[in-house]
Every structure is written in structure tokens, then in C-alpha cells.
């Protein structure tokens, strides 16, 4: 069973899984090839103790997560949409295929991301909720989280329609089916793998509900305040919520035999029927590749850490 704990994403036609070190995406191309591509983790937690503070290291590792999505989706792209050459023409190599957005694509892409999601998810509720003839404080922001989570919900189900994203979600299944299967000591093959569940309690969808729900509790000590306040409030206090939204995910992925605990939670566990489907084992396959190799390169950094100790040991 695995010590250390491993997150992944879906992406276009693959899988990004992450360890404390590295991360590594693996697509499968139109010919049918699986490739892989891995980065290092370069995390402000690993350097400055006060990173790894609880409620601000979720704030961190929410940052990091976008980022490092980001990439390997643009990683995902070129390679899901690299066609085979027609006869009498030249092949691109994997080499020539661009792996990397800049910086200044990353910030613009997070603007866009973010923006769209506090107006949809967080300032849109607000605005709504404070037209309705509403008097009590604790009634409003019990609306107000109703309505974010019923958009919420909504937003899912209707994005989970586009053909596209069946596919994104048989991967995000195939995630969360070899991630449980390590946890649980299983060997790694797509065979194993698939008889695993399509949930998993540090999923990000489930982190998403609970953002929603923690916000209600939250908000409660705002009030009602002036619609500009509101909207000020909403924004400036979701790393808080984020923040305490993470360090329940994290201590429920830990505690998994609790019983109480996995029914308090049930809620976001059930979200995730609509975020994911059951994989193919040329999918989970993509996904057990994607872990090995990060598992591989951490293993093999581990290895090369002790050997310099042991040098610096002889020598001195």
C-alpha cells in the first residue's frame, strides 16, 4: 500500500498524475502511441515552512494544481491532434511538438478561468440572490449557497452532454480507478485496475462542492452588506474557503475507513458520477503509465538523494 499520497487530472485523450516531486502526463496519440512527458514540482511548500501552514497550503496547492493542469492540457492538445502524415509526406517527431505554454500564457489563461468562474459560480448567486425579497441574514446566504450549488450542478450536467467530454470523463474514471488500486496494494494492470471504483474522496469535483458549501458558513459572518461589499466579500474570501475546503479533502482522503466521516461526505462523493465513466482498458492503460512514470523518476531521485548522503557521509 502506498505511503504517499497521488493526485491526477484528465486531460484530451490522457491522464496527468502527480506525486510530491514530479508530474507526468501520458496521451495516447491518433497511431495509437502512448507518450509521456514529465516535469518537476517546483512547489514554495518544499522551500518555506510557512507554505505548508494548514488553510494556506490549500491556497498553494490550489494554485499549483491550475497551473500544472494547465500545461499538461496544452501538452494534451498537441499531442491528441497530431495526425499521421499522408503518404509521401514527412513525419513531425514527438521532439518538434511544442510541450510548453509560456508564463504569460499561464497568467491569461488563469485570468480567463477564474474570472469566468467568480462570476459564474460565486458573484453571479450573490447578485441573484440579493433581488430576491429576502430579509433574514442567515436565510440569504442559505439561498445564496443553494443556488451556487444547484449551478454548480447544473453547469456539470450540461457540459457532461458535449460528446468531447465523455471521453475526458472515461479519463478522469481512469484516474481515479489506478490511484484506488495503488492505495489498495494492487498490481498495476489495466485488467486489476478496472475492477477498482470510479471514486476516489480527494477528487476535485468533490473539493468543488465543498468550496460551496463551506462558503455558506462562511458568508454567514459577512451579513447582508451593500451589493458592492457583497461582491468584494465573495472574492476576497474564497482563498480562505479554498483554504479550509482542502484541508477537509485531505483529511478525508487520509481517513477513509471512517464511516462517519465518508457519510458526512457523501454529497461530494455522489458529484462524481457525473464527472466521470467507465474507462476502456486502452484508457486505464494511459492512466498506469502516467503514475508509473512518476513513481519511476520519484523512486529514482529518492536513490540518487541517498547515494550523495552516503558520499558525504564517507567523507566526512
Not at 42 to 70: K, N, T
Request: proline share 5%; with cysteine.
Amino acid at each position: 500500500m502506498s505511503t504517499v499520497s497521488y493526485g491526477g487530472q484528465a486531460v484530451l485523450e490522457g491522464v496527468m498524475m502527480r506525486g510530491p516531486a514530479v508530474w507526468s502526463v501520458a496521451v495516447r496519440k491518433p497511431d495509437g502511441e502512448v507518450v509521456e512527458v514529465t516535469k518537476p514540482v517546483s512547489s514554495p511548500m518544499q522551500r518555506h515552512r510557512i507554505w505548508r501552514l494548514p488553510v494556506i497550503r490549500g491556497v498553494v496547492a490550489l494554485g499549483e494544481s491550475l497551473a500544472i493542469g494547465f500545461r499538461a492540457l496544452a501538452i494534451s492538445a498537441n499531442y491528441a491532434v497530431q495526425k499521421e502524415p499522408a503518404e509521401g509526406e514527412e513525419g513531425v517527431a514527438d521532439e518538434e511538438i511544442s510541450t510548453e505554454i509560456t508564463r504569460g500564457q499561464i497568467i491569461f489563461s488563469f485570468v480567463i478561468a477564474i474570472g469566468f468562474a467568480l462570476m459564474l459560480f460565486k458573484v453571479g448567486p450573490a447578485i441573484l440572490t440579493n433581488f430576491l425579497p429576502i430579509d433574514g441574514t442567515y436565510t440569504f446566504v442559505v439561498v445564496e449557497g443553494l443556488i451556487r450549488v444547484s449551478i454548480f450542478i447544473a453547469y456539470i450536467v450540461l457540459i457532461g452532454l458535449l460528446p468531447d467530454l465523455k471521453r475526458v470523463f472515461q479519463y478522469h474514471g481512469a484516474e481515479h480507478k489506478a490511484i484506488n488500486a495503488l492505495e489498495a496494494g494492487s498490481e498495476l494492470t489495466p485488467e486489476k485496475v478496472q475492477k477498482f471504483s470510479l471514486i476516489h474522496p480527494r477528487c476535485g469535483t468533490a473539493f468543488l462542492l465543498w468550496v460551496m458549501v463551506i462558503g455558506i458558513f462562511v458568508f454567514a459572518f459577512v451579513g447582508r452588506p451593500d451589493w458592492y461589499w457583497l461582491i468584494v466579500s465573495r472574492i476576497l474570501l474564497l482563498p480562505v474557503i479554498a483554504g479550509l475546503a482542502y484541508e477537509l479533502i485531505r483529511y478525508a482522503g487520509k481517513h477513509q475507513d471512517n464511516r462517519v466521516l465518508m457519510t458526512l461526505l457523501a454529497p461530494g462523493l455522489w458529484l462524481q458520477r457525473l464527472t466521470t465513466r467507465e474507462p476502456t482498458l486502452d484508457q486505464i492503460e494511459v492512466s498506469i503509465r502516467a503514475l508509473q512514470e512518476v513513481m519511476r523518476v520519484e523512486q529514482s531521485e529518492s536513490e540518487s538523494e541517498l547515494k550523495r548522503e552516503a558520499r558525504v557521509e564517507v567523507m566526512a
